[in-house]
């Protein structure tokens, strides 16, 4: 991120005569590996567990999270009201409010996200799942250092969604609960579905694209992370 800003100013200075440095080659930083090595989602237990101890928006909100794939902000300012007329007529919702850049994407509606919808609409107050006594940045972190006291990460749920919409839309586990090897892994899918290389290989590509919209992510490799 330093050496791209440094590049970015140098260009101005230079009127565009800077020659750019690499991270890599120039500054020996090694590459980035998007690939994790165990699965960061939520168990189920630990969801259900946390469900029946924390405080009844807080289970909502982890439950959004899990069946939906959104991110903490995007969760507690969800219209949830809305979103349940919309998910009951088109089997979707839309996300807008949270989302980084103020990106819109379109994320399906399952049968536990229906009811995750059903339950959040009992909690809301306003037009978002803030409590109507405090601002979002208080809520935010109550909610954190809840997290901390708890030892959970709400980011996990989303790692849960992505694989089980993987898995949804393959046939097969997600990679990184696997055990396989990515190098090995189209061979494994292949031998998994009986089919060829290169019907794994499109099966694959096309999950990784779906759910890199859902995720609201525009790079394959920043998915990768939650399916391996």
Known sequence: M?????????????????QS???????GIPRRNYLPEHSRAMPAFQH?????????????????????GL???ESVLLDARKALCQAAKDSYVIVISGTKGGRRREIPVSGEALKALEAATGIQHGRSLVPDDMSYVDFRSECYALAQKHGFNFHAERHHYAQQ????????????????????W????????????????????????????????????????YIG
């Open 21 to 27: 440095v690499s991270p890599t080659r120039d500054c």
């Open 186 to 225: 189209l061979e494994f899918m292949a031998e998994f579905l009986q089919v060829e290389v290169s019907a794994a290989e499109a099966i694959d590509r096309e999950a990784r694209q779906t759910l890199s919209r859902e995720l609201g992510h525009n790079r394959l490799e920043v998915t990768n992370v």
């Open 165 to 184: 919409r993987y898995q949804a839309l393959t046939g097969v586990p997600a990679p990184v609960t696997t055990g396989v090897p990515r190098r090995d």
């Open 48 to 68: 259900d567990t946390l469900v029946a101890r924390v405080d009844e928006r807080i289970g909502v909100l982890l439950t959004l999270q899990r069946t939906l």
């Open 2 to 18: 330093y050496v791209s800003a440094v590049n970015t100013v140098m260009k101005l200075a230079t009127l565009g005569e800077w």
């Open 71 to 73: 991110r903490f902000r």
